[in-house]
């Protein structure tokens, strides 16, 4: 059975320099309504490198550490080596993003870089909101790296890591300002092991009792702190990674409906119809075909 389990080895995706200015540790990316390599889309990866992308504007979703990301504008998302990611449902894309690597912080002009809140990420945020004042800096920002990116030189790294030091500065102001007075509570806690019981046993586990049995506390417990802490049902982060892992075996596999139903725990291929329509608003067999002619 091919299913992506967290605890799964995965991928380990580089940093690719680009062919034109080949530079190993910094790249920068721009997408103007582009979709996604097919390669990329639901798979299970980390990186080994830091990325920052500004989405100017999105439809898609994606997920960090397993949790789920509905891309919003005028927002950055940022990684770092290790959280594993999954791009799902990702269709027009316009973005900028810079990537760098360990080596790029390791510079010596860079060396203050990797203290900041935005690089060593205590509280495992991957999402900045952007007010207008806010994007209007950073954009000003990208235009400012990208204009040294296409300009290699002597001067290059030094320019490079003073205009990264100012833009990664600014984000972490941002950074302490939304996520510092989100202290690791306890139903925080909480929070993070169901999301982690979850990646462990949803193919074989369909229900909050089940998970609220493994913590040793009531499912009704169990349900108030998660619609608290996520602002939506225990069941629903359930349903969410099955259709994950069923988007992925329906676009990446050409296994049968009844191969699906059984692979993801259900016992009913017709009732698994129905739930993933229920939850995505098209049926397998609709969403296989209409993925596949997108991305051909």
Known sequence: MNTLNYNQQVPIYSLE???????????VYHYENTFPNLSDLLIPHRKDHYLFVLIRKAIGRQWIDMTPYNLKENSVYFTGPGPIIVKEELKQLWSTGIAFTSEFLSFQESASLSKLPLILNPHSGYELLLCEADIDFVEDMIKKITVEYHHPGEWQQRMLTAYMTVLLTYLSRLYTEQYNDQELSADKVLMNKF??????????????????????????????????????????????????????????????????????????????????????????????????????
């Open 195 to 296: 999301q982690d019981r979850i990646n462990e046993c949803f193919l074989e586990r369909h229900e909050v009792a089940d998970y609220a049995s493994m913590l040793n506390i009531s499912a009704g417990y169990l349900s108030e702190v998660v619609k608290v802490q996520s602002g939506k049902p225990a069941i629903k982060h359930i349903h969410d990674r099955l259709v994950l892992e069923a988007r992925r075996l329906l676009f990446h596999t050409d296994n049968s409906l009844k191969e699906i139903t059984f692979d993801l725990g259900f016992s009913d291929a017709s009732y698994f119809s129905r739930f993933f329509k229920r939850e995505t608003g098209v049926t397998p067999a609709d969403y296989r075909s209409s993925t596949r002619k997108m991305y051909q």
């Open 17 to 27: 320099p680009d062919k034109v200015m080949g530079n190993k540790n910094f790249r």
